[in-house]
């Protein structure tokens, strides 16, 4: 059974970087089916993709995070990370990873599995 | 980028009703729609994605339909356990841009 698994800090200094790495188990990242993914959800809000890495490196951003946004993958620890820089408060949130399902002709598709999600507070 | 809006924010049901939950996007998105159930402290889990298809181990009570902008998930008799919070999502666009639904709370009545 495939799962994933958030880890990093759960406190972040505002205009530094936030930095968190997901580890897959029970499967390979390197299926060429799937896409990885970052989610957020800021608390008591709804869901914001942030972007999306294949196991190539291949990656697809949101634009409304891309100047900030970096996801990268190491398919040799079966784990890909996020990097979001210059935070703010604003991007105090539960940070999920997840599979992406991954059609050459549709594209990115849903998630599935999640993560069980950690909370990054952005504060001084 | 493709607005999704979900309706109604919050629905009381009694357990053993029927819910019928919406989702509007802002312009045609096909059949590119996913559902998620999300309990409290939990992550989002997949119920249905292709607007109507149930995901693996998701009990039938569960049902998606519609196409283009307009879609309803609905659970046919509300068990305890589906008390939570729904979204909907899009994966219509190229590049990719998936987006959510703001999610709607089905609480008991």
């Known amino acids: 059974q495939l799962q994933l698994q958030e880890s990093g800090p759960g406190l972040v200094k505002p205009s530094e970087t936030l930095s968190l790495t997901c580890t897959v188990s029970g499967g390979s990242i390197s299926s060429s089916s799937y896409y990885w993914g970052w989610i957020r959800q800021p608390p008591g809000k709804g869901l914001e993709w942030i972007g999306s890495?294949?196991?190539?490196?291949?990656?697809y951003y949101n634009p409304s995070l891309k100047s900030r946004v970096t996801i990268s993958v190491d398919t040799s620890k079966n784990q890909f990370s996020l990097k979001l820089s210059s935070v703010t408060a604003a991007d105090t949130a539960v940070y999920y990873c997840a599979r992406a399902d991954y059609d050459f002709w549709s594209g990115l598709n849903w998630f599935d599995p999640w993560g069980q999600g950690t909370l990054v507070t952005v504060s001084s | 980028e493709i607005v999704m809006t979900q309706s109604p924010a919050t629905l009381s049901v009694s357990p053993g009703e029927r819910a019928t939950l919406s989702c509007r996007a802002s312009q045609s998105v096909s059949s590119n729609l996913a559902w998620y159930q999300q309990k409290p402290g939990q992550a989002p889990r997949l119920l249905i994605y292709g607007a109507s298809t149930r995901a693996t181990g998701i009990p039938a009570r569960f049902s998606g339909s519609g196409s283009g902008t307009e879609f309803t998930l609905t659970i046919s008799s509300l068990q305890s356990e589906d008390f939570a919070v729904y979204y909907c999502?899009?994966?219509?666009?190229?590049?990719?841009?998936?987006?959510f639904g703001g999610g709607t709370k089905v609480e008991i009545k």
């Open positions: 890495i294949y196991y190539s490196g291949s990656t």
């Open positions: 999502q899009q994966y219509n666009n190229w590049p990719p841009k998936l987006t």
